[in-house]
């Protein structure tokens, strides 16, 4: 037996594959409504096959929890697949809009704000009569840190997408339909085994 | 001129009247075998019943008097045939009333199709009269459903709902169709569904978990057997028994399993769980392998899971990998159908002698009987025990009965003192525990198996839950022998009130109605037993009876069930006093 590792709660990504239908989406976030789980960030989106979506979900769970989770959501009948990631072995990514008043703009006379977005690796996405909006892709602490020095001018919106991401396994999603062909053509034996 | 007939031919085959909605239901329903459905109408499923009047020589319908019964009796129905149940509903109000037996069927695994009424689609989402979003609230307790709103989707989706419900773990499927569907006209055709790509029932057992499983029995010198519901949905029975009786390994059942395994057999030690047997409870805290097949480790079985078969190495054969290492950790995990995996391991087993194993089950039973059973089955003074009345229809119906029950201490009486010897006979509310699901569930029972003794034992305060079956029972004439067991006491909660709340018998004691006028009220004849001495001679009467018979028998009032694994507690922290 080995010695148990501390299972201690941290993110994981829950990447599903699905048909896409309907009601698809209640059916997966009530799985963990009953079990009084959070959802961090959840974005669904077409997959590289035409018909079938890819939900990223992010959690704070154990991984015993997080397991028997995934094994849930895997018995929804339109669920392709269901696959567990701690965070390392994703690579992920969010989109954060910044709306900011142009006024500081007109007078940034020591090129702060210039500054700002030059550090940060963001952009002007759109320049209006009273405010500009500024874009920013990158991690939640990265597009968190823009947001605390853009408070100093104003920021009269804010918004950050969900959390997407790519694993790094080198599954295809294309041969694992494939594989799920033949796992569920296979029927009981039970006729073969009439007396 | 060949060419042309043919030609015509296949034309006249392919090409047939359009027929409505409502009529492609009943057809889906005809193809795949059904027979009987059970239902209430109401105004959104009215086109289909409409339709249903025109198919009263191919469809049998019972009209409940309230959906539970219906989806109860769709219940009872599947689980003594193994068939897909069916019932109907209208919308909102019948259809949420389904929801309690859509729960139960889901915990229970038991395959249902039910068919709901919906508002017209231009209404939906409209709070229009009757309208309820059945989806919605149907999505966590049912294994698929699915809201009809274009008419030539009829026939896949019931294909697709058959096949869901029946194979793999099976479950209840509910199909929601508007109304305007009902009433559209299409052409139809079948194709029963036979695969659904992101859907894989059977998996199949790998060669290294079947290997490693028999090594595990092959060297254990204390094995132990749990079979439950899961070798009936697979239909494992015989298999069961021939790997048992090779490996020579003690065997006992769940709730659900009961009927499973031949409970005369040499190697059956009994009954698992909170009100379990003895030797069964306390020996899973002493074997080395435990072997649990098509069983869940349901906390009423289990106890304590800190202390539960902490020493043993568990190989959990079970078809839904979401229960493997769910509850208990396992050493092997066999994920597949229970039968398919039992007829490939028990090639691989060793024939074995666990002789003085099995003697410390029997040593066991020896204890509970002097210290509970001896005084459970044969009280010589004060009223009537549930305990001893079970024993006697047990020994008067040899076994042989289906026997239906609500949730209770009659329940729980019943699973410990009726000795089932003939398989595909117990059916429970198990899971969840519903109270009122043994009347209209054994009317089911009846109508699936017309030919067998089915004997329905309910408590007084689970009867009168769902007593109104008592017309449908009336107006089909169908041939349930009822068994009230009548303490005037919620008794497993008064029960619990007396042990762990100091007796403060919080809203447990009840005023009943006189029972015998009731079921007089229906045309059943009845007849009330309080003495000891006119048991037999009126459970005689009422197997004899040829129509339903109800039969209530005043029992002790404050009659504890034992033993028992209180809440929480260790198996071994069983009780017997």
């Known amino acids: 037996m080995n010695t148990p590792q501390p299972d201690n709660e941290r993110t994981f990504i829950i990447s599903v594959l699905t048909e896409n239908k309907s009601g698809l989406l209640n059916a997966i976030t009530i799985i963990f409504t009953r079990r009084k789980i959070n959802i961090e960030s959840i974005n669904v989106s077409e997959s590289e096959v035409v018909g079938v979506s890819r939900y990223t979900i992010v959690v704070k769970l154990t991984r015993e929890k997080a397991e028997k989770l995934v094994k849930q959501i895997r018995k929804l009948i339109e669920v392709l697949g269901a696959f567990l990631y701690e965070e390392e072995d994703t690579h992920y990514q969010e989109l954060a809009l910044y709306k900011v008043p142009l006024e500081p703009f007109l007078n940034d006379s020591q090129n702060t704000i210039e500054n700002l977005i030059r550090q940060h690796f963001a952009r002007i996405l759109m320049v209006e009569r009273e405010y500009i909006i500024i874009e920013k892709t990158g991690r939640k602490s990265e597009t968190q840190q823009l947001f605390e020095e853009l408070k100093a001018f104003g920021v009269s919106e804010f918004v950050r997408s969900a959390r997407i991401s790519i694993s790094k396994s080198k599954r295809r999603t294309e041969r694992f339909l494939e594989e799920l062909e033949e796992l569920s053509a296979r029927t009981s034996k039970k006729v073969e085994y009439q007396d | ?577």
């Not at chain 2, 006992?252 to 698992?272: E, K, Q, R, W």
């Not at chain 2, 525990?433 to 569930?441: E, R």
């Open chain 2, 1 to 577: 001129m060949q060419t042309l007939q043919a030609k015509s031919d296949k034309e006249t085959s392919v090409k047939q009247d359009p027929i409505s909605g409502s009529e492609a239901v009943l057809r889906c329903l005809i193809e795949e075998g059904v027979e009987t459905i059970f239902g209430y109408p109401g105004g959104a499923i009215m086109p289909i019943y409409d339709a249903l009047y025109g198919y009263a020589d191919k469809l049998t319908h019972i009209l409940v008097r309230h959906e539970q019964g219906a989806i109860h009796a769709a219940q009872g129905y599947s689980r003594v045939t193994g068939r897909v149940g069916v019932c109907f509903a209208t919308s909102g109000p019948g259809a949420t009333n389904l929801i309690t037996g859509i729960a139960d069927a889901q915990i229970d695994s038991t395959p249902l199709v039910c068919v709901t009424g919906q508002v017209a689609s231009p209404l939906l989402g409209t709070d229009a009269f009757q309208e309820t979003d059945v989806i919605g609230i149907s999505m966590p307790v049912t294994k698929w459903n699915y809201q009809i709103t274009n008419v030539d989707e009829i026939p896949a989706v019931f294909a697709k709902a058959f096949f869901i419900a029946k194979s793999g773990r099976p479950g209840p499927v509910l199909i929601d169709i508007t109304k305007d569907v009902q009433n559209a006209m299409m052409q139809f055709s079948y194709k029963k569904c036979e695969k659904i790509r992101s859907y894989a029932p059977y998996p199949k057992p790998t060669q290294q978990s079947l290997q490693d499983a028999a090594e595990l029995i092959n060297t254990a010198k204390k094995p132990y057997i749990l079979v439950g519901h899961g070798i009936l949905l697979s239909g494992a029975q015989k298999e069961i028994v021939e790997f048992a009786e090779k490996a020579h390994i003690p065997v006992a059942s769940t709730l659900m399993g009961l009927s499973a395994f031949p409970t005369d057999h040499p190697l059956y030690v009994g009954y698992l769980g909170m009100h379990g047997n003895y030797g069964p409870n306390i020996k899973t805290n002493e074997c080395d392998v435990l072997i649990a097949i098509g069983m869940r480790f349901d906390d009423r079985v289990t106890g304590n899971l800190k202390t539960y078969a902490r020493q043993a190495k568990v190989i959990h054969i079970e078809i839904d990998p979401a229960e493997i290492d769910k509850n208990v950790k396992t050493a092997v995990a066999i994920n597949s159908d229970a039968k398919e995996a039992l007829h490939e391991l028990t090639p691989l087993i060793k024939k074995q002698s666990h002789t003085e194993w099995l003697q410390e089950f029997r040593d066991c039973d020896k204890i509970e009987h002097d210290k509970v059973i001896q005084h459970a089955l044969h009280p010589e003074t004060g009223k009537l025990k549930m305990s001893e009345v079970v024993n006697v229809i047990s020994e008067m119906t040899n076994g042989e009965a289906i026997v239906v029950t609500d949730v209770g201490q009659h329940q729980m009486a019943t699973s410990r003192y009726y000795k089932f010897k003939v398989t595909d006979s117990n059916v429970t509310s198990g899971g969840l525990g519903t109270m009122g699901f043994a009347l209209p569930a054994s009317m089911g029972a009846k109508l699936g198996k017309p030919d067998r003794q089915v004997i329905a034992v309910i408590g007084d305060g689970g009867y009168q839950m769902t007593v109104q079956e008592l017309g449908t029972i009336m107006q089909y004439n169908i041939g349930v022998k009822i068994v009230v067991l009548n303490n005037s006491f919620l008794g497993m909660v008064r029960q619990w009130q007396q042990l762990f709340h100091e007796k403060r018998y919080s809203f447990t004691e009840m005023t009943n109605p006189n029972f015998i006028k009731l079921a007089e009220a229906y045309s059943i004849p009845a007849e009330k037993v309080e003495q000891r001495e006119n048991l037999k001679a009126a459970v005689q009467k009422m197997l004899d009876a040829k129509g339903p018979y109800f039969m209530e028998v005043i029992v002790e009032t404050e009659e504890n069930v034992f033993p028992m694994v209180p809440a929480g507690a260790s198996v071994t922290d069983i009780r017997l006093e």
